[in-house]
């Protein structure tokens, strides 16, 4: 038994650190194609499209409870993701103060605030969002923290494969571009000055176990407080 969990975890992390592309459920200019399959299967934050543009959707998320790692250090989202996962990985697996198992859902999410220079460290978040089963007590647990979420807004723009460094970068720039002389730019460029600290989000919905189909995100999050009326 312990070797199969030491393999399914190895296996895990291969989510994060394989870079070869492979396919995914997209239409090729990142506009999401449909809800993502895993969510058939297991349980994913509920959401409403709000508007399909060129290269983008808008989201609204209803409320919803994410537990957290505290901040991750690195130069890589990779490596980061990878860190912050396992300690994820052990807290649904019952290594939490109620010792309690809980279910996989998806995604699971990295919140990520860029450096400032090319081999500069970023900071990093890492979130497991929490089945609604648990939701009203989550188990606490040392080294994480529990995020309750009201009703959120965020441009998407999808990708397929096993996410790199590399590419990540080049998705969130393709998002931010195909938003351009959109209602939801201004709002996007204030909420990224007012809280630099969640510059984007990769969200990452596949086990590793899949190789095909595989479906990530670029979230950008902002208030519809600040969308200019049309």
Known sequence: MAAIKLLELALLFNLFSTPNQLGGLFTGNGKPASF???CNRIECPSFDTIEQG???EIRR?????W???NKIVDISLVQATRTG???LFNY???KNEYKKTIEMTAPVITQVSPSDGPLCESSFVVSFYVPKENQADPPPAEGLHIQRWDSTYVAVRQFGGFVSDYEVGEVAAALESSLAGSKWAAAIEK???ENPKSSYTVAQYNSPFEIFNRVNEIWLSFGMEDV???
Request: aromatic share 12%.
């Open 36 to 38: 993502p399959p895993s």
């Open 85 to 87: 996962f396992l300690q």
């Open 92 to 94: 649904i697996q019952g």
């Open 54 to 56: 060129n290269g983008y």
């Open 228 to 230: 200019a009326a049309e």
């Open 191 to 193: 909420a990224q000055t």
């Open 61 to 65: 998320y209803n409320s919803s409870v």
């Open 67 to 69: 537990v957290s790692t």
